[in-house]
Structure formats: structure tokens, C-alpha cells
């Protein structure tokens, strides 16, 4: 675990260094005028790095609603920073516990990323509800927080973040700082996938380049 305080100062020390976010005179120092900006990158890269990489895991409640088959997990209590279904879990009418991996079983689909669609006979088969194991992201942070990451990880986010604040500074070789930084970030993630550091690691979707990013 590391403080965002003490992840800031890492980059005030490292990949900040002489840029306008740190002050020459206080080494190590973030400006507070810059920390806001930062911050929100900081939860941006943790969302990135925990979508990417399957690290933090769920369970709720999916409660059965007569004659309604979809439900979205925007909408349903619980299920907080939602991914994805990893896995259905429930009793049949005999007390039976069964396991159901979604998109390989008839019963249940997924029409979007964010709802799953179970068929009328699922449904009656394990009234009143089921257990939705889920994969999700990091927390969102403040200044006071602490974050969740392996170890090893924190350098990506350093490198996320920072890459993603030089790139916004505008200027070509800016650009191909951050740019370079990015490239950088995305090889320690495909490292950490096909060295397996973090356990059940799972890449999804197609990275993109930073220009293409901004801030969501």
C-alpha cells in the first residue's frame, strides 16, 4: 500500500522532476495548484491499471423481479466500481448450489458490458435470487487516501499519470515524452500479465494511444 501524498512525492522526485508541477527550490515538492489535476489522473491510471488487470473482486445480490430478465448494474444496489460478471452463483429449487460462467451458458447473457440477461426458466429454476461474483476497480482516492496496489504496480501509475500531464502540456516533444511514457506503461502491464505478478491478471480491451485518451 502506498499514501497518494507519498506517490506524488515519488513523482516530485522521479518523473516530474523540472516540470511546472514541482518547485525547483523544494525538491520533492507537487504544487497544491497542480494537485487536483494530478489527482484526477491518479484515479483515472487506477481505474485503467484495475480494468486492465483483474486485482479487485466482488460479490452482491441479484434479486429476481417477476417478467424482468435484464438488469443493469449501473442501476442495482451494490456491484460498486463495476467491470465485469466473473461468475453466477445460486440454489435451485432442491438446494442445490450451482456455479455459471456468463456468455457459456444459454441462461445467461450479457446484451451490454453492463447488464446480464437471464432466461425465464433460470429464472424460475433459482428464485429468489443469485449471488453475482464481479470483478472491480480500485477505489476512487483523495489526498488522504491510501492506495491498493501490488507493489510493483505503483510505477506504472507513476508512469500513467505523469506521462498523461506532460502529454496535456502541449508541444511536440512533450508529446513524445508522454507518448514514451505511455509506451512504457503499457509494456510493465503486459509484463505483469504474462508474469503472472498479480495473480489472476487479465488484459482486456485494446490500448489506445495517449492522444487519444484526455481526461474521462
Not at 451494490?78 to 460462467?101: A, M, Q, R, T
Not at 506504472?156 to 513524445?176: D, F, K, P, R, W
Request: aromatic content about 12%; proline content about 4%.
Amino acid at each position: 500500500m502506498k499514501t497518494v501524498e507519498t506517490f506524488f512525492q515519488d513523482m516530485a522526485f522521479g518523473q516530474l522532476k523540472q516540470t511546472p508541477a514541482t518547485d525547483d527550490d523544494r525538491v520533492g515538492l507537487i504544487y497544491p495548484e497542480v494537485e487536483e489535476q494530478l489527482l484526477q489522473l491518479t484515479n483515472q491510471g487506477l481505474v485503467d491499471i484495475t480494468t486492465r488487470l483483474k486485482l479487485f473482486e466482488g460479490t452482491d445480490i441479484v434479486t429476481f423481479v417477476d417478467a424482468q430478465n435484464i438488469y443493469d448494474f449501473n442501476v442495482m444496489s451494490g456491484f460498486d466500481n463495476f467491470v465485469k460478471p466473473l461468475s453466477v452463483h445460486g440454489k435451485d429449487v432442491y438446494g442445490n448450489e450451482k456455479v455459471f460462467i456468463p456468455k457459456t451458458n444459454s441462461h445467461i447473457t450479457l446484451p451490454s458490458p453492463y447488464t446480464i440477461r437471464f432466461s425465464t426458466q433460470f429464472m424460475e429454476d433459482y428464485v429468489p435470487s443469485v449471488d453475482v461474483h464481479y470483478q472491480k476497480t480500485h477505489a476512487p482516492v483523495d489526498m488522504n487516501a491510501t492506495m491498493e496496489l501490488p507493489n510493483h504496480l505503483y510505477e506504472a501509475l507513476a508512469l500513467y499519470v505523469s506521462g498523461l500531464y506532460i502529454s496535456h502540456m502541449g508541444g511536440q516533444e512533450n508529446t513524445a515524452k508522454g507518448d514514451s511514457y505511455y509506451g512504457l506503461y503499457l509494456s510493465m502491464l503486459q509484463t505483469d500479465v504474462t508474469e503472472n505478478k498479480s495473480g489472476t491478471s487479465e488484459v482486456v480491451d485494446e490500448d489506445t494511444r495517449f492522444a487519444d485518451r484526455g481526461f474521462v
